[in-house]
């Protein structure tokens, strides 16, 4: 029987941590935000506060549900304000030992039954368990930038996830308002496992055909039907991030089609990020 999910956590309110809080709040969840710092944990809260609002201008959220949201999100510093959640989800910084150290800390404060997520993109999830006393409730929800409005989250479970917390989070993801498919602790997990090596042919195809960012984004969009062009959704997730996640599958897995293009690594070096930085290989206003 999965748990009944009453109070979650989230650790980490930057993009993605803020991202899966909203969602937790609107889904009707008591939240427990924690940050490094009130500063940043309260400029979290504002961002979120301001997507609701606009959700009220928009007229798809009435503003008593939205106030109601906002006063689900309780902030703090001290990880220990999650000891009575059933859920904790991190989203702090993509790194093992941080990732580690934090799992630690929450097996020793949590409930023995509680369930621990992390939403890494590249990360082993079986290594983050590895310092905790209770693997077999350790699992991975990989929620999708912008979380708010990208309906998958892959839940991942390792050799040791027991089907109880797995089912819980399964259960979780779908309660979000999510459409959660199941996968294994494997490199890249699913999606990132296919489209980053694509997004990587689309680069060094750039060279390779000497067609230009526009053109190969008609090609694909045109002919083989999708939604967007590569060369727009690289810029999109940021070139940066993308790089880092090539390089941490073709560590994970030294498939030569994981490393990230030279191109990509020049441009992210120079500063060339994408729509963050207004210029990738494209410019923006
Ligand atoms: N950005 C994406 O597209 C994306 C998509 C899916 C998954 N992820 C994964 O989500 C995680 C977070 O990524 P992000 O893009 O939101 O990063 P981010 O840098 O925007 O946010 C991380 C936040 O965590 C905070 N933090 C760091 N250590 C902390 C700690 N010990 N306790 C509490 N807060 C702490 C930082 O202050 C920061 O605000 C990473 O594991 C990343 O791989 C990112």
């Known amino acids: ?14 993009t993605m941590g803020a991202g899966i809080a909203q969602l937790a709040i609107e889904a009707g969840v008591e939240t427990v935000g924690r940050e490094v710092s009130m500063e940043l944990a309260e400029r979290a809260r504002d961002r979120i506060a301001h997507f609701l609002t606009r959700k009220v201008e928009k007229g798809t959220l009435d503003r008593a549900d939205r106030d109601a949201a906002v006063q689900r999100l309780t902030l ?10 059933d859920l904790v989800i991190e989203a702090i ?8 150290e934090l799992f630690r800390e929450l097996d020793r404060i949590t409930a023995a039954d509680a369930v621990l997520a992390t939403n890494t993109s590249a990360l082993s999830v079986t290594q983050i368990a590895a310092p905790t006393t209770r693997p077999e409730r350790v699992l991975g929800m990989h929620f999708f930038n912008p979380a708010p409005l990208l309906p998958l989250v892959e839940v991942i479970r390792t050799e040791l996830t027991a089907d109880d917390p797995y089912e819980t989070a399964y259960a979780f993801g779908a309660r979000l308002g ?18 980053i090596p694509l997004l990587n042919d689309c680069v060094r195809v750039l060279d390779e055909a000497r067609v230009t960012p526009q053109d190969l984004d008609t090609g694909m969009k045109n002919g083989a039907g999708w939604p967007m062009g590569p060369c727009e ?3 999109l997730v ?3 991030i993308h790089v880092h ?6 560590e994970a897995t030294h498939e030569p089609r994981m490393a990230a293009p030279p191109r990509l690594v020049r441009m992210a070096q120079a500063g060339l990020l994408g729509r963050k930085s207004k210029r990738g290989f494209y410019t923006y206003d």
């Open 233 to 235: 959704l690289i810029d």
């Open 245 to 250: 996640a090539s390089e941490a599958l073709y």
């Open 93 to 100: 910084v993509e790194e093992l030992g941080p990732k580690q």
């Open 76 to 85: 703090t510093t001290d990880v220990a304000d999650c000891a009575d959640c």
């Open 178 to 195: 999510k459409t959660p498919i199941r996968c294994n602790d494997t490199p890249g997990f699913v999606v990132n496992r296919v489209l």
């Open 238 to 240: 940021g070139i940066d």
């Open 1 to 14: 029987m999965p748990r009944e999910i009453r109070k979650v956590g989230v650790i980490g309110l930057g």
